[in-house]
T-cell receptor
Framework: GIQVEQSPPDLILQEGANSTLRCNFS?????LQWFHQNPWGQLINLFY???GTKQNGRLSATTVATERYSLLYISSSQTTDSGVYFC???????????FGRGTQLTVWP | DTGVSQDPRHKITKRGQNVTFRCDPI?????LYWYRQTLGQGPEFLTY????????KSRLLSDRFSAERPKGSFSTLEIQRTEQGDSAMYLC????????????FGSGTRLTVV
């Protein structure tokens, strides 16, 4: 299967700070998503981004498929950004998503 | 579009009992997936359906686990003779074979085996 590595595993920030989360993957993919898992366990889709750059408010993401990595940027972080951020990818032929172990983000007021 | 619904949200059961979870996907999505997540880990794939056909099963899906999607709409995941190691969050997701290909997850069913 495809290996997905996320870094850093933990990130602690003060409100207002910016951060960058990284996702490396081991094979070519045709689907890459960033999710935020809320305290109740639901995975909230942030970006569907198999390539290119997208922005949504304070969040943006970039995927460089040829170099097999993706970055999630969070600007002016807020306490509500706290939680676990997952990167997930899908290979070319299978239906399943492969997840990384996530980045636990804690934002302090 | 009401999203992906899962029922129940929480289930506590005694070891050895059988449990069944239900997932209702987004109505126009023809692919449905089951994942399991334990504490501190990312979700792990269990199985997926395209319409009513079960196309792939993980080795994690032991013979005590069975999933169905009888009419290509909702799906059920049954665990027989539950063990403490089955305690986890069970997540369902759906996607469309058409369109951009993103997955939408439900809120999950948290199973505790005591």
């Amino acid at each position: 299967g495809i290996q997905v590595e996320q870094s850093p595993p933990d990130l602690i920030l003060q409100e207002g700070a910016n951060s960058t989360l990284r996702c490396n993957f081991s094979d070519s993919v045709n689907n890459l998503q960033w999710f935020h898992q809320n305290p109740w366990g639901q995975l909230i889709n942030l970006f569907y981004i198999p390539s290119g750059t997208k922005q949504n408010g304070r969040l943006s993401a970039t995927t460089v498929a040829t170099e097999r990595y993706s970055l999630l940027y969070i600007s002016s972080s807020q306490t509500t950004d706290s939680g676990v951020y997952f990167c997930a990818v899908r290979g070319s032929t299978l239906g399943r998503l492969y997840f990384g172990r996530g980045t636990q983000l804690t934002v302090w007021p | 579009d009401t999203g992906v619904s899962q029922d129940p949200r929480h289930k506590i059961t005694k070891r050895g009992q059988n449990v069944t979870f239900r997932c209702d996907p987004i109505s126009e999505h023809n692919r449905l997936y089951w994942y399991r997540q334990t504490l501190g880990q990312g979700p792990e794939f269990l199985t997926y359906f395209q319409n009513e056909a079960q196309l792939e099963k993980s080795r994690l899906l032991s013979d005590r686990f069975s999933a169905e999607r009888p009419k290509g709409s909702f799906s059920t995941l049954e665990i027989q003779r539950t063990e403490q190691g089955d305690s986890a969050m069970y997540l369902c997701a759906s996607s469309s074979i058409r369109g951009p290909g993103g997955y939408t997850f439900g809120s999950g069913t948290r199973l505790t085996v005591v």
